[in-house]
């Protein structure tokens, strides 16, 4: 792998901290000479990588949404099983792992202007529609090693994503932390509801496999 360049390297500086900035302050409050402010730089230099706010902001957004990646990574040699690897992912998305990959008022603030900018609404469908696609890939494998038989797999993602979905909107929403995590906990389990319609399979089951 090759180095990063000195221009990727300001980039990801100038992104990490308007990202930093827009948690604090919001994004709309959140503007190119408070960024050059917070790095104690000119803002002729942010202006030199990010002609514009828009700019910035649509790699604010990639930024974001690259960090959904990580909950579905399995290591490429792996001795679990397909019915494991699917198991553990949805309890990652269901968990405080999945919860803390970004912060609730910048990513909903983002989502907001899917409605008012084209490009925007674009990069939130491919991650949305990558993300079920990953799901329905896992359960395909499960299917394809014998580990148990979902008649229609990219049906089950779309439910459990929709369930996903609404879930930590709600989620955001609840001040109650004790609250908050007997709330997943429920809906994790309508999720897994979800193949077990499906399965007729004991889902509890997969807590103790390894």
């Not at 690259?66 to 990652?92: C, G, N, Q």
């Not at 910048?106 to 900018?117: E, N, T, V």
């Not at 580990?147 to 996903?164: N, T």
Request: proline share 3%; aromatic share 12%; net charge positive.
């Amino acid at each position: 792998m090759g180095r990063r360049s000195l221009k990727e390297t300001r980039q990801q500086e100038i992104i990490t901290t308007f990202y930093k900035l827009a948690k604090k302050e919001g994004l709309e409050n959140t503007s190119i000479a408070k960024i050059a402010k917070a790095m104690d730089v000119n803002p002729s230099l942010i202006m030199h990588y990010f002609q514009t706010k828009e700019e910035l902001s649509y790699a604010l957004i990639d930024f974001i949404l690259d960090r959904y990646a990580p909950i579905f990574k399995v290591p490429k040699k792996s001795s679990k099983t397909a019915k494991t690897i699917l198991f553990e992912v949805i309890d990652k998305l269901f968990s405080k792992k999945w919860d803390t990959l970004f912060d609730d008022g910048l990513f909903y603030s983002c989502y907001a202007l899917c409605f008012r900018d084209p490009k925007i609404k674009t990069k939130y469908q491919s991650l949305l529609e990558n993300l079920r696609i990953k799901l329905t890939e896992l359960i395909e494998a499960a299917n394809a090693d014998g580990s148990f038989f979902v008649k229609k797999p990219e049906e089950c993602a779309d439910l459990i994503f929709i369930i996903l979905d609404g879930a930590y909107f709600y989620l955001s929403l609840v001040k109650d932390p004790a609250v908050a995590r007997e709330k997943l906990a429920f809906y994790k389990e309508k999720a897994l509801k979800v193949l077990d319609s499906e399965l007729k399979i004991e889902t509890a089951h997969y807590e103790g496999e390894s």
